[in-house]
């Protein structure tokens, strides 16, 4: 028998979760979104993304109120998404994905994410060592790890060089 197109059956709130963000370039959209891309062609120059593909995932988490579509011009119009609180709860099982990743396949770190505040290195569970709090995305300091080319093709990942807070917002200039 075919599996089904959704989780209905299943009981479990993972499950539940997964019917919205289990195909990988919704969750990659978010990340990005997290990083600070807002635009449909910043998005699809970092992702790598096939336009399809990129606008139904962008239309489907504006839907599903993960991210907000917001006119940034008028004429013409062009539309920037950005992550709501829904989206931005998601940070921590992204934080989480991002570290099995690097234990579990031995690579080294792209980003590192910091607080803020006093430089620290987050541990696990996102929490401050030496403030010992929880820090809020927005207080989050994003730095490039060692695993990060150096000289990357596109804008976005140049301007991702350069330590920055999650949720600033990137724009790269359009020619
Ligand atoms: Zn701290």
């Known amino acids: ?3 089904g197109k959704d989780y209905a059956t299943q009981e479990c709130s993972i499950a539940r979760a997964l019917e919205i ?3 990988r370039w919704t969750l990659l959209v978010v990340r990005d979104a997290l990083y600070g891309v807002r635009r449909y062609n910043d998005f699809l120059v970092h992702l790598g993304i096939p ?3 990129l606008a139904t995932r962008l239309q489907m988490l504006t839907e599903e109120g993960i991210l907000e579509k917001r006119r940034y011009q ?3 119009p062009r539309d920037e998404y950005v992550a709501t609180d829904r989206g931005i709860a998601l940070w921590p099982a992204l934080r989480a994905l991002g570290r099995w990743g690097r234990e579990h396949h031995g ?3 792209l980003r590192t994410f910091h607080h803020a505040e006093c430089g620290t290195e987050l541990g696990s569970y996102g929490e401050c060592p030496a403030c010992a709090t929880v820090v809020p995305v927005e207080d989050v300091l994003m730095a490039p790890g060692p695993g990060l ?3 990357p093709a596109d804008p976005v990942s140049r ?3 350069q330590p920055r807070r999650l949720l600033q917002p990137i724009v790269v200039d359009q020619v």
């Open 1 to 3: 028998m075919a599996l």
């Open 21 to 23: 963000v289990g195909e």
């Open 51 to 53: 336009r399809a593909v």
């Open 74 to 76: 008028e004429s013409p």
């Open 107 to 109: 690579e080294s770190a």
């Open 149 to 151: 080319d150096p000289d």
């Open 159 to 161: 301007a991702l060089l």
